[in-house]
């Protein structure tokens, strides 16, 4: 299953340190204070100070002045910011989208509000509708998109610095970047543990894909009490993996690329603020999101700024992110590499299913690609967990 705003907290919104707004690296051994220097920053922004012209670096504010900035040799870590948007061609629904959207979908589970489903009060007394909803929509049923292999494909070429995501369904690993590629800001499938905080004994992808499927309610081995995937929840904390990482990478982000996403929840919607205030942002989704609003310009952040006078550096390519993806890898000559790659993958995974060779690409690209190669090596798909175990997606 796929949060693309998985839930969190409010409150560990407010918790989460600022890192610098520098447009390089702290220094090493630096003896500064990072959130100090934030706050100097944001007070020299409110007041009017240090707020000269930036520097920009988009040649134009367009799909193709982006492919040119990332073949221009200065564009060398990317960092991609997605959420369930890049996985709906896949068959997951994304949670707000009126009408299909998850949240308005989940009367049969008779629940107090949607988003009870995920809240970890709720799911301690009432754990039976987030387990029947887990075996609709488990990893492993699907098939990365086009948008997961783009991520692979700046990966192969050097280019991407990491990939944060929101997703659970884990298919950005099925796609084949690594643990050390991604940052999954909302947890994963991939690892289970028991809520009693004096076991918290962990249960991998297969003992817990085994008690979904069974109909059972997994209970711990050790002291009986309830084991829950590693996702977040409403009301629980984020992995530490994801602020740690975020005050060394973003800082030194010269590209961000946000796909699928409403940019609704926090912290991961703040991240995009977190870049060098001369870092271009492409946005990739069917609707803007993310624009400065009167109470971010009140406090000297920046939010996407598409349309105004003194818009510098923020494109929006507004459709479908496989779209979006296809329409940046035709500008940057990747097309038919692309297509051949999302191709062969499909192909792979259906061999693997015992299904057959995958037409998925038919109605983005007639001809492009050869859909009759067999797997290359490099394109070898992961294992369908995403992580060594039988089971994928997100």
């Known amino acids: 299953m796929s949060d693309p705003e998985a839930p969190i907290s409010g409150a560990e919104a407010d918790s989460l340190q600022e890192p610098q707004e520098e447009e390089s690296s702290p220094a090493e051994g630096s003896t500064e204070d990072p959130e100090m220097d934030f706050l100097r920053s944001l007070f020299a922004r409110m007041q009017g100070l240090g707020s000269g012209p930036v520097e920009q670096v988009l040649d134009e504010l367009s799909l193709e002045g982006m492919a040119r900035y990332m073949q221009s040799g200065d564009c060398k870590n990317i960092i991609c910011m997605v959420g369930a948007g890049i996985a709906t061609s896949a068959g997951i629904p ?100 028991c809520l009693n905080f004096l076991c918290r004994e962990e ?36 992995p530490s993996r994801f602020s740690s990482s975020m005050l060394s990478d973003f800082p030194r982000c010269d590209l961000l690329i946000i796909m699928g996403t409403s940019l609704s929840v926090q912290p ?27 109470q971010m310009s009140f406090m000297g952040t920046e939010g996407m700024d598409f349309d105004s006078e003194k818009a510098y550096r923020d494109v929006v390519f507004l459709g479908s992110c496989d779209d979006g993806c296809l329409a940046l890898a035709e500008k940057l000559g990747w097309k038919d590499e692309l297509v051949a790659m999302v191709t062969r993958q499909h192909a792979a995974i259906d061999a693997l299913e015992g299904g057959g060779a995958s037409a998925s690409m038919a109605n983005k690209s007639s001809g492009a690609g050869d859909k009759g190669e067999g797997p290359e090596q490099k394109d070898k798909p992961a294992d369908q967990s995403g992580a060594g175990e039988r089971g994928k997606e997100d």
């Open 94 to 193: 994304d949670f707000r989208s009126p009408g299909t959207g998850l949240y308005s979908n989940l009367q049969k589970y008779d629940l107090p509000c949607p988003e009870a489903i995920f809240e970890i009060g709720y799911f301690k007394q009432h754990p039976e509708p987030f387990f029947t909803l887990a075996r609709e929509l488990y990893p492993g049923q699907f098939k990365p998109t086009v948008c997961h292999y783009f991520m692979c494909m700046l990966k192969e070429k050097g280019l991407l610095r990491r990939c944060y995501t929101q997703n659970i369904d884990t298919l950005e690993r099925v796609a084949g970047l690594q643990e050390e590629d991604l940052i999954e800001a909302h947890g994963t499938f991939h690892t289970s543990h």
């Open 203 to 238: 249960y991998g992808l297969p003992w817990m894909k085994e008690k979904i499927f069974s109909e059972e309610i997994p209970k711990c081995e050790k002291c009986n009490s309830l084991v829950k995937p590693d996702i977040v929840f409403f009301g629980e904390t984020l």
């Open 268 to 294: 991961f919607a703040s991240l995009i603020r977190k870049v060098p205030r001369k870092t271009p942002r492409l946005l990739i989704n069917r609707e803007k999101s993310g624009e400065t609003d009167s």
